[in-house]
T-cell receptor
Framework: DTGVSQDPRHKITKRGQNVTFRCDPISEHNRLYWYRQTLGQGPEFLTYFQNEAQLEKSRLLSDRFSAERPKGSFSTLEIQRTEQGDSAMYLC???FGQGRRGYTFGSGTRLTVV | QQQVKQSPQSLIVQKGGISIINCAYENTAFDYFPWYQQFPGKGPALLIAIRPDVSEKKEGRFTISFNKSAKQFSLHIMDSQPGDSATYFCAASAAGGTSYGKLTFGQGTILTVHP
C-alpha cells in the first residue's frame, strides 16, 4: 500500500446531478478525513471518521453532502444536486493512532460543476 | 478562534536565497503546527512539524521557528532551489476531544524560486 488513493481524479458534472467520490486510505490507518480546497485557498476540513464512526462534521457540510465509511475501510463522499459553488478539489487524508501519526493526503478529486 | 493567518500570499526568491513564510494563530488550544508543500494537481505533503514546547526545529534545509507568546510560527527554506517552487501551507491542530487530528490551514503561499 503506497498511499491514499482517490477516484476519480477529475469529474465534470452538470448542475443538479449527483456525484460520488471514493477514497482508499492507507490500510492500517484508522482515521480518515475529507477536506475541500478551492482555488488559491488552503484545504478546509469537512468531516472525519474513526474506523466506521463519523465523529465530526463541519458546518461546510450541507445536507446535500453525505459521507460514509462502511466497515472502516474505504470512504465515499456524495454530493447531491450539485451547485456551481461545489466546484473544488476534494481531498482525502488518513492517519493512525490518536490522529496525527502518518497523516497522509491523497491527490484529490477535482470537481467541476457546469 | 480557529483561524490561521499566513503571509505573504506569494514570494519570489533567487536560487540560493532564503525563503521565509509566516503564520499567526489565535486558538491557544493548538498544540501541533505542521507545514505542508503542495505541487499542482497533488495533495499536500508534510514537510516538517513542531510542537509548542520547542522554539525551533530543523530538518535539512527547512527550519520552523516558533514564538508561543506571540502565537506566531514561520518556515525558513535555506538555499532555496527551483524544485522548491510550490505552494506552502501552514496548519494547526488542537489536542484533545474530537478536534485531535483535524487540521486548520492557512491560506497558502506560492513560492517561486528563479534559477
Amino acid at each position: 500500500d503506497t498511499g491514499v488513493s482517490q477516484d476519480p481524479r477529475h469529474k465534470i458534472t452538470k448542475r443538479g446531478q449527483n456525484v460520488t467520490f471514493r477514497c482508499d486510505p492507507i490500510s492500517e490507518h484508522n482515521r480518515l478525513y475529507w477536506y475541500r480546497q478551492t482555488l488559491g485557498q488552503g484545504p478546509e476540513f469537512l468531516t472525519y471518521f474513526q474506523n466506521e464512526a463519523q465523529l465530526e462534521k463541519s458546518r461546510l457540510l450541507s445536507d446535500r453532502f453525505s459521507a460514509e465509511r462502511p466497515k472502516g475501510s474505504f470512504s465515499t463522499l456524495e454530493i447531491q444536486r450539485t451547485e456551481q459553488g461545489d466546484s473544488a478539489m476534494y481531498l482525502c487524508a488518513s492517519s493512525f493512532g490518536q490522529g496525527r501519526r502518518g497523516y497522509t493526503f491523497g491527490s484529490g478529486t477535482r470537481l467541476t460543476v457546469v | 478562534q480557529q483561524q490561521v493567518k499566513q503571509s505573504p500570499q506569494s514570494l519570489i526568491v533567487q536560487k540560493g536565497g532564503i525563503s521565509i513564510i509566516n503564520c499567526a494563530y489565535e486558538n491557544t488550544a493548538f498544540d501541533y503546527f505542521p507545514w505542508y508543500q503542495q505541487f499542482p494537481g497533488k495533495g499536500p505533503a508534510l514537510l516538517i512539524a513542531i510542537r509548542p514546547d520547542v522554539s525551533e526545529k530543523k530538518e535539512g534545509r527547512f527550519t520552523i521557528s516558533f514564538n508561543k507568546s506571540a502565537k506566531q510560527f514561520s518556515l525558513h527554506i535555506m538555499d532555496s532551489q527551483p524544485g522548491d517552487s510550490a505552494t506552502y501551507f501552514c496548519a494547526a491542530s488542537a489536542a484533545g476531544g474530537t478536534s485531535y487530528g483535524k487540521l486548520t490551514f492557512g491560506q497558502g503561499t506560492i513560492l517561486t524560486v528563479h534559477p
